[in-house]
């Protein structure tokens, strides 16, 4: 066996079926539902446990072959808020328990994601006696240390719950090297359970091919500088600072024909008002902000940019990213958490320290008065985002899976 031939896939606070960029959903979503997709391909069963978006949902979802997304009654997301889910993990857990004993699948492998799931999965590896492997995504210790003004830090409870992870799981998964050292020194973590695997891009659908055509069903002219914005829309992933930079760069250049696009929705206790602040910052004339959106037309609108602007205050990868950059767009990201790894800069995009709107509107102007420059990182681009295929972390996680089974049968 390699991997696993059966896993169960823990995600219970919010669905894999869910559209990125909207409530809770983000990453952690794409991440999930294109994994299984492609263990899926490589001949491994998948099941999915998460919890129902509404009552009356149908149990199971077969999204692809070899793929069950299972939904569990206990915190439906139009009626619990994600920070209540920690409450209703007990009935999640029931619900989970009731459908596997009448189903009666067997798994090799549990793969828990986020410390929710974790919590779950520490249980479930006791009582099934098969091996845990978790994927932390975000972690409360590293979120504290870059808390913003006005929001509360993360609860003690979630804190020992990532640290019952860290030092009870059969192996963890760490997207960058900077998140394994971190699980290693702000956790504890034994650096020898920590698998380092990047996740991937659809590849087939954030490609570069066809951006002379999606610019101009966008309305854009040649002297329009195009920036784009696409996540949650809440103070941690710093849409804020792109709409104070581009005041600046107003500011300092008024010759610079601007356009930003946003595409997302308000999340979470620090989630912004976004057209007040454009109002405030007198920008009402060149943001346009619209809903999440599938991920076939996300990718028409990074072909469509000129730059797309990764402002996170903190951030364990950046899927975003690497999307945009398979679109063969140049990405100005902060330089934090696993940005540096999807951003490589002065090559594919420029890292910014800090979230200064003037050194942000400094990176800006010099990929606006540089179009070859900018070009040429997003040709750069393009060829450094074909190297993350899903299909490669799905293979690099079978190899975790196969470590993970080895070190509990021994």
Known sequence: MVGADRI?????????????????????????????????????????????????????????????????????????????????????????????????????????????????????????????????????????????????????????????????AGRLIANTLTEACELVDLYGADEGTVDVIPPGVDLRTFRPEGRVRDRAAAGLGPDTFHLVFAGRIQALKGPQVLLAAAAELRRQRPDVRLRI??????????????????????????????????????????????????????????????????????????????LPVAVSHGLTGLLVDGHDPARWAGALRELHDYPEFRRRLGANAAVHASSFGWEQTAALTAHSYQLAVDHFRR
Request: proline content about 7%; glycine content about 10%.
């Open 261 to 338: 696009s946003i595409t997302g929705e308000a999340s979470g206790a620090a989630e912004l008002d976004l057209p007040a602040l454009a109002t405030q910052l007198g920008l009402d004339d060149i943001v346009a902000l619209s809903p999440p959106v599938e991920p076939a037309e996300l990718a028409a609108t990074f072909r469509s940019a000129d730059v797309v602007a990764v402002p996170s205050f903190s951030e364990s990868f950046g899927l975003v990213a690497l999307e945009a950059q398979a679109c063969g767009t140049p990405v100005v990201a902060t330089n934090v958490g696993g």
């Open 8 to 168: 169960a896939v823990l995600s219970l606070h919010t669905s894999p079926l869910a559209r990125p960029g909207g409530g809770d959903a983000g990453g952690m979503n794409v991440y999930v539902r294109a994994l299984a997709r492609e263990q899926a391909a490589l001949g491994t069963a998948v099941d999915v446990f998460t919890r129902s978006q509404h009552d009356g949902q149908e149990p199971v979802e077969h999204p692809r072959a070899g793929v069950r997304v299972i939904h569990l009654d206990g915190a439906p997301a139009d009626i619990v808020a994600k920070e209540e889910v920690p409450q209703r993990l007990a009935a999640l857990e029931a619900s989970l328990r009731q459908f596997t004993q009448q189903d009666g699948a067997k798994y090799d492998v549990l793969h828990s994601h986020y410390w929710l799931s974790g919590a779950v999965g520490l249980r479930l590896q006791r009582d099934w006696q098969i091996p845990l492997v978790h994927s932390m995504h975000t972690m409360g210790l590293v979120k504290n240390l870059h808390l913003q003004p006005g929001e509360a830090p993360e609860p003690e409870s979630r804190v020992r719950g990532e640290q019952a992870i860290a030092s009870g």
